[in-house]
């Protein structure tokens, strides 16, 4: 009788490990696979893709996107939205004046700018809550 047990051998057991390490491989694998896809690039322009370079590349980078998302990124408009009489809402964020902070504040991603910032960013969403179109004023 081995000391493995009655009807067990060396060479039985040597199989069965190579069989649990090919298991875990293979499961190991997989999870990398699935682990590996959730963090593939992203390829939308809105989302948030690094520094803006310029506050033209803020306006055009929001153009088709989300209004929702928007309000994420550079925190509520500090100036009341409103309806336009064709439907669409104008959001207003003044930045020479106090506002709450969005994402971009939070993690340093407007262009570099000094004390004395005197820019406005409007932008136009449908009823959806579509961005439309969008532009600045000042932000020199």
């Known amino acids: 009788m081995s000391r493995l047990g009655a009807g067990s051998s060396y060479g039985d057991d040597k199989?069965?490990?190579?069989?649990?390490?090919?298991?875990?491989?293979?499961?190991?694998?997989?999870?990398l696979t699935l682990l590996q896809t959730g963090c593939?690039?992203?390829?939308a322009k809105r989302?948030?893709?690094?520094?803006?370079?310029?506050?033209?590349?803020?306006?055009n980078r929001w153009i088709g996107g989300d209004r929702q998302k928007l309000y994420l990124e550079l925190g509520p408009p500090n100036l009341h939205p409103h309806e336009l009489p064709d439907g669409r809402t104008e959001m207003v964020w003044d930045f020479a004046i106090d506002r709450m902070p969005?994402?971009?504040?939070?993690?340093?991603?407007?262009?570099?700018?000094?004390?004395?910032?005197?820019?406005?960013?409007?932008?136009?969403?449908?009823?959806?809550?579509?961005?439309?179109?969008?532009?600045?004023?000042?932000?020199?």
């Open 15 to 31: 199989k069965m490990l190579k069989w649990n390490t090919l298991v875990l491989g293979v499961m190991m694998a997989g999870c």
């Open 102 to 140: 969005g994402q971009a504040d939070e993690y340093n991603l407007f262009p570099l700018y000094g004390s004395n910032l005197n820019c406005q960013l409007h932008f136009f969403a449908d009823e959806k809550g579509t961005i439309l179109d969008g532009y600045r004023v000042g932000c020199e």
């Open 40 to 43: 593939a690039a992203d390829k």
């Open 47 to 59: 989302d948030v893709s690094g520094p803006y370079q310029t506050w033209d590349d803020v306006v």
